[in-house]
């Protein structure tokens, strides 16, 4: 006799029911995104028409508000203004940042856990709470107005902001290192920039990078310390809305098409150097 094999019963498939909790999240997020993309997309329509009153559509397509733009709103000098605040705030704030990074990362002393939250509180809180009483600082003491102003008032977020970058990635290299080259004879110093250092380059890039993006976004401190040869794109930006009457709406739809183009760039580059869940995991966790 020939045994007969029976196959095992598929397990039943479960029906996975949405409550009506979720839908309206979802509907929501959706709604949501739907205006978003509508708002946008009404933005670059319009930086691209020639006309757009009753229409779904613009009644002719050009490119002229964006060479108008250029010309009116002075785009070359705006972007140079940008570029070197940006830098300026990037290698100030990694010259600082990393060594600060180190000594939390590899020091324990008291009241380290203060230190560390008072490092957060400019990225925790809004800019305008704490941009308005050092805006009258630097404006007492001659600072503001210039691009002096502008530089010092964005350190405040990103100095931080690169400590918060970096002290994970130096938690990441195994201090037998550091003692290895000690018992060698290598200083301080010598143990940064030859060993340190190169390890801590993906880091270092990580956190430029970010805090350039956060620099070429930044409005309300910019905004409240930049004079007429300050302003940044951000700025330059509200400003051309501010005066709309005067100029042509295609015109400034065009800018602002420009400046989230390059910030929707600079996003890019920066996801793809740093995680988002390692900054937050940071901030979850316990500093010491």
């Known amino acids: 006799m020939t045994a007969v094999l029976s196959r095992p019963e598929a397990p039943p498939r479960r029906r ?11 509907g929501a997020v959706a709604f949501f ?12 329509v319009n930086s691209f028409g020639e006309r757009w009153f009753d229409t779904w559509l613009p009644q002719g397509w050009t490119t002229k508000w964006y060479a108008t733009a250029w010309t009116e709103f002075g785009l070359l000098d705006v972007m140079l203004v940008t570029l070197e605040v940006a830098v300026l705030v990037v290698a100030i704030s990694v010259l600082v940042g ?7 990362a590899r020091r324990s002393f008291p009241g380290r856990r203060l230190v560390y939250l008072l490092f957060l ?23 503001a107005g210039h691009l002096t102003g502008v530089v010092l008032a964005n350190l405040v977020p990103s100095i931080p902001f690169v400590i918060l970058t970096m002290t994970p990635f130096i938690e990441q290299i195994d201090p037998a290192i550091e003692r290895a080259a000690r018992m060698c004879g290598a200083r301080t110093w010598q143990i940064f920039a030859r060993i340190l250092a190169p390890l801590l380059v993906p880091g270092i890039l990580a956190a430029s990078i970010l805090v350039l993006v956060r620099t070429v976004g930044m ?3 910019t905004f409240l310390t930049a004079g007429p040869d300050s302003q940044t794109l951000v700025v330059a930006l509200y400003y051309s809305m501010s005066a709309a009457g005067i100029r042509a709406q295609q015109s400034v739809d065009a800018m602002a098409v420009l400046y989230t183009s390059s910030m929707l760039v600079l996003l890019v580059i920066a996801l793809r150097f740093v995680n988002p869940t390692q900054l937050v995991a940071r901030v979850k966790e316990d500093p010491d």
């Open 16 to 26: 996975i029911v949405a409550s009506p909790t979720s839908w309206l999240i979802w």
């Open 98 to 104: 990393v060594p600060a990074s180190y000594v939390l």
């Open 219 to 221: 409005f309300e401190l």
């Open 33 to 44: 995104l739907i205006n978003l993309a509508g708002v946008i997309a009404s933005v670059v």
């Open 121 to 143: 509180l400019p990225i925790l809180m809004p800019p305008i709470t704490y941009g308005i009483p050092l805006a009258t600082v630097l404006y007492k003491y001659g600072f």
